[in-house]
Every structure is written in C-alpha cells, then in structure tokens.
C-alpha cells in the first residue's frame, strides 16, 4: 500500500543550492584571506605554539579507548533515533499498535542503557 | 535532463574521491576522502529518490561511522612513517581474490533477472512515508530483532571496552 506523495529529487535543488553556497563561502573566503592577508614567514612564527608552554613530544598520540567506547554508544543510540523518524512521519495512520511496536523497540534498548549506566561505561574514571 | 547531467557528475565525484580514499597516504585523509564519497553517494540517494536513505547516509554514515573510524585510527599509532613491507606472494594472492571477487559480482549482476522497467516503477517507494508504512506492517518482526541486535551490540561494546568494577 503506497501512499500518494509527490516528490521528485528536484525537490531538493535548493538544499543542493545551499551546499554550494556553503562551500563556495568557505573557499573563497579562505582563498581571499591569503590573497589579501600580508605575508611575514619567520622561523619562530612557524613554529607550533601552545599557550607558550614549549612543545612536548607530537600530537599523533594513541588515545584512550574511552573516547571510542562512548562514541560507539552514541551510534548506537543515533540509529534507533533513525527508525524514529519514519514512525513519527505515520504516527497518526498506525494508531496505537505502533505506539506500542516503538514501545517494545525503545523498551529493549532502555535495557541497555541500564546495562551501560549499571556497569559504569560512561562513568570517566 | 538536469538530472541525468547531475547522475553523471556524482558519479564522477564519487568514483574520485573513493580512488582518493585508495591512494591517499595519510590514512586521516583516507577517512576524510570517504566522508566526501558518502555525501556524493547521498546525492545518488536523492536522485533515485530515496530520500529518507539519503538523510540517514549522511547522519548516519558520513556522521557517525565516520567518527568511529577516525577513532580508530588515531587509537593507531601514527608515529611510525613506514608502513610494514608486504611480500609479492601476499600481493599477488590479494590481487587474485580482489579479482575473482570482481567477476563474482559482474557475473551475478549480469545474472540478475526482474529488473522493472521504469515505466512501471513507482517512484515514490523511497519515500519516507511509504518507507514507514512497509516498515512498521510489514516488517515488524525484523524491526523489534534490530533492537535486540542494537542491545547485544550495546553490551558487546561495554563487554570489551570497560574494566569491570572493582
């Protein structure tokens, strides 16, 4: 059973539109600065600087694997927000049996997020 | 017709970017080259008129996953410049099975059979309406499983990335 909606994918010129305008701003705003912007090249301007604390070691350090833990749960949690997304657009023709279908999906994973904050994952030790 | 001259430059732009994702040394640059290549694919996505796949392409994929990977790669060390030596016998039985992948796929794309004419295609299956509807009647059963799979991926990830409390 489809539903008569029209939409074509010129629908989406002006977002296209948008991306361009985005983009082009970004590029020609860079490609201004150094164009316009005088140009003074000394050793000690080059140099990496923080706050004016001498370099220690390089940036290209292995992180912890805490980073990747909490963002592997954010994942997850953005793709059960993706199936909301077609529910919520028919939530008036599915009526209540699914209300409680994203009941039962959004319960399982309720579940697991009181597994995750039980076991402490996003406590940062 | 502007349509056929936008398929032509995705196309394009995507095949670049993924051979940039292959050839470019930095393995950060990699990542980014791929998120470019997922915005282009997306843009195939809003050509064929699917709409809701092309939004959760890009958050999902060009969002999220992305970040994994750029996660990954820097829990990589990155300080060693040289990567290891491959031997030839490695390279070449990874350009044999690489290839008999490729006539795998072509033979069984030319196989394929009951591609519908576009005649009678209705186009607006992609759309995030009738997506909804099939989901949620049709393919109930697999939906309610995709959370169990999300909650045992969930306790998988805390399983191996977490010390258990002392």
Known sequence: ?125 | MITTYLFYLLSFLAIMFALMVVFSKNPIHSVLYLVLAFFTIAGHYVLLNAQFLAAVHIIVYAGAIMVLFLFVIMLLNLNKETEPHKSVWLKASAAVASGSLLVVLVGSLKGAAGIQSAKTFDASIGLIENLGQTLFNDFLLPFEVSSILLLSAMVGAVMLGKKSIK
Not at chain 1, 56 to 68: H, T, V
């Open chain 1, 1 to 125: 059973m489809l539903l008569a909606v029209q939409s074509t994918p010129l629908d989406f010129l002006p977002i296209a539109l948008m991306f361009v305008v985005a983009l082009g701003f970004v590029v020609i705003m860079l490609f201004l600065t150094h164009q316009l912007g005088p140009k003074k090249k000394s050793k000690v301007k080059l140099e990496t600087f923080e706050c004016g604390i001498e370099v220690q070691g390089n940036a290209r350090l292995p992180f912890s694997i805490k980073y990747f833990l909490v963002a592997i749960l954010f994942v997850l949690f953005d793709v059960e927000v993706i199936f909301m997304y077609p529910w919520a657009v028919n939530f008036k023709q599915l009526g209540l049996i699914g209300f409680v279908e994203m009941l039962t999906f959004v319960g399982f994973l309720l579940v697991g997020f009181y597994y995750i904050l039980k076991k402490g994952a996003l406590k940062w030790e």
